[in-house]
């Protein structure tokens, strides 16, 4: 069954724990780029506005459904979208009527893009994952394709954040790439909500290795389809291969009481 998250205007739809929005793509980032006043910070309220978590869920973040902190991350976002195949048909088994797949490797640009028509500039954008020197690579592609101006990068392997979250409030980005994985991405989103600046904060996975060419997309054919795993797959068999096994498990189990709910 379909639900409306209160005072947001978002439907969404149950798949195990999580509520996934229900919607095309275009309509989740023309939703996301709306969070952002172009007078200054997400949410309309300024520099000081708090963070806009958004959230992808895609094979990872089923595999991890019986984590209470990610569960409760996930329940705390401003929204949580499909970024993977298996999502978008576990909530049409539940009654999603519209969703569609948004891999963050396409609405990552997306976004940027159009938050610098709203904006009328360049976003301002931080980076955050990956080892060192990934994320201040991925910045550099992103300032060349898309014009956005880089305010911060940093890789993910910090024992104390500290600086980090006092340069993001220094910085004061418009939108902050999370790539440390599902679920520590969203994780820590949630347990530093407090001291992100009030920027839209976007969890992408591995999208910096996309971004700079260490990993490739699939032909475009299997993006289509929907099943680009395959791709990923053959690039990455010992590390994905355990996760995609999973994967096929999580999903069905998930689909009979999802057919149920409906």
Not at 69 to 92: P, T
Not at 95 to 102: L, M, P, S, T
């Amino acid at each position: 069954m379909s639900s409306r998250i209160q005072g947001g205007g978002v439907t969404t739809v149950p798949v195990g724990p999580f509520q996934v929005m229900d919607a095309t793509r275009a309509d989740f980032v023309a939703h996301v780029v709306g969070q952002v006043d172009p007078a200054g910070g997400a949410d309309g309220s300024g520099a000081a506005a708090a963070p806009v978590l958004v959230y992808a869920l895609h094979v990872g973040g089923l595999n991890a459904r019986r984590d209470a902190r990610f569960v409760e991350a996930m329940r705390r976002a401003a929204v949580v979208y499909a970024d993977g195949g298996s999502v978008v048909w576990l909530a049409r088994l539940a009654g999603a009527q519209v969703i569609e797949r948004a891999p963050t490797t396409d609405v990552g640009w997306d976004i940027v893009r159009e938050l610098a028509v709203v904006l009328g500039r360049p976003p301002r954008v931080a980076l955050i994952g990956g080892p060192e020197g990934l994320a201040e690579r991925a910045g550099q592609v992103l300032a060349q394709e898309a014009s956005v101006e880089v305010v911060l990068s940093d890789h993910g392997f910090h024992d104390d954040w500290t600086q980090t979250l006092e340069s993001l409030r220094e910085t004061a980005p418009d939108l902050v790439l999370v790539g440390l994985g599902a679920p520590a991405e969203m994780v820590w989103s949630e347990d530093h909500r407090d001291r992100l600046p009030g920027a839209v904060v976007l969890t992408v996975g591995g999208w910096f290795g996309h971004l700079v060419g260490d990993e490739r997309r699939a032909p475009r054919v299997l993006r289509r389809s929907g099943v680009e795993w395959v791709a990923r797959l053959a690039q990455s068999p010992r590390r994905l291969g355990p996760r995609y096994a999973r994967g096929l498990w999580s999903s069905a189990a998930m689909s009979v009481p999802a057919w149920r709910r409906r």
